[in-house]
């Protein structure tokens, strides 16, 4: 079992930055690759980042990439997503997930989800 608690999110201006983290216990020692995902209000949960347990895979959404940066630090059993450039459409709940083995892209492939954060981008 592991648990996942997302931090950083907040009310920025088009343009800004945020970076988010996910604080990953529990069941750590064995090698878990992690996502992050979104979710706006009426919309289905998308994909927008996701990075295996070395770092050596790391993927991105169409829709943000070259603007978010994904990195983990495995001693904190962290991970974070550094947001830059944000816009008004990158509003949404943010959800961080953990599951075994390399990194994957759909949600259904996920264990473990945090509770989310709230990222709104106001115009």
């Known amino acids: 079992q592991v648990q996942l608690v997302e931090s950083g999110g907040g009310l920025v201006q088009a343009g800004d930055s945020l970076r988010l983290s996910c604080a990953a216990s529990?069941?750590?020692?064995?090698?878990?690759?992690m996502g992050w995902f979104r979710q706006a209000p009426g919309k289905s949960r998308a994909f927008v980042a996701a990075?295996?347990?070395?770092?050596?895979?790391?993927y991105y959404s169409a829709s943000v990439k070259g603007r978010f940066t994904l990195s983990r630090d495995n001693a904190k059993n962290t991970v974070y997503l550094q947001m830059n450039s944000l816009r008004p459409e990158d509003t949404a709940v943010y959800f961080c997930?953990?599951?075994?083995?390399?990194?994957?892209?759909?949600?259904?492939?996920?264990?473990?989800w945090g509770q989310g954060t709230q990222v709104t981008v106001s115009s």
């Open positions: 997930a953990a599951t075994w083995g390399s990194a994957k892209v759909v949600p259904d492939a996920y264990l473990y």
């Open positions: 990075i295996s347990w070395s770092s050596t895979n790391i």
């Open positions: 529990g069941r750590t020692t064995s090698d878990y690759a």
